[in-house]
C-alpha cells in the first residue's frame, strides 16, 4: 500500500509538473485580424467634389414649377457663403403665394415655400468617417429621422406636422443637401398643410434635383 501510495504521488508530481511546464510556456500570439471598421471609415473618399453649383440653380425649372407653382413669381433670397464646418456653403430660398389668396379665393395652392443649403466639406482631407460624421450632425436636433434609400450616398426625411414643413438631408461625398418644403392649400376656410405623403415626396423630389446638379 505504501507503494502504491508513493506510486500515486510520484505519478500526481509528474502531472502537477507536467501541468505547470504547460501553464509557464509562453502562448502563441493570436492571429492578426482584418482591419477595423473605423479604419475602413478613415479612408479618403474615392471622387470628393471640389465645388459647389450656386444653390438657387442647383433645382431646374421643371422641379421648381411643380414645388412652387409659379416660381416666376417667387421671392428667391440668395444666402451667404461660408458654414461652421464646411469649406464652402450655398443657400437658397424661395416663396411664393398666390395673388389671389383671401376669402373669396377659390380653392386651390395658396403658398409655397423652398429652402436649400449645400455644404461642401474640405475635398482635401474629408475621410469618410467625416463626411458621414457631419452627415449625422445635420439632423442630430431631429427626433426621429427616417432614412431614405437610392438618394446620394445616404439620406434621411422627416415632417413637421403642426408646420406642414417636410425636410431631407443628404449626403454625396463630401456634399450635405438640406432641404425644406412646405405646401399650404385653400380650403376656402383656411390655408391648411399637405398631407405628409405628398409633402414628403416634394422635399425628396427637390433634394433629388439638386443632388443631380453636383
Known sequence: ??????????????????????????????????????????????APHDRLPDACEGVDAESLAL??????????????????????RSSCSWEWMSPELGPSMPAGPSTRSLDVTLDLLDPGTTTEADAHGAFENSYAH??????????????????????????VVARDANVIVEVGHVALDWDGEGSEPVAEPEARENAESAAEAVLRSL
Open 1 to 46: 500500500m505504501r507503494t502504491r501510495a508513493g506510486s500515486v504521488l510520484l505519478v500526481s508530481g509528474a502531472l502537477g509538473l507536467a501541468v505547470s511546464g504547460c501553464g509557464g510556456a509562453p502562448s502563441a500570439p493570436p492571429a492578426s485580424s482584418p482591419p477595423a471598421l473605423a479604419a475602413e471609415e478613415e479612408r479618403p473618399l474615392d
Open 67 to 88: 414645388l412652387l407653382v409659379a416660381p416666376e413669381e417667387a421671392d428667391v433670397d440668395e444666402g451667404g457663403e461660408g458654414g461652421s464646418s464646411a469649406a464652402a
Open 142 to 167: 431631429v427626433d426621429g429621422a427616417d432614412p431614405l434609400s437610392g438618394i446620394g450616398d445616404e439620406a434621411v426625411s422627416w415632417w413637421d406636422g403642426d408646420s406642414g414643413w417636410a425636410h
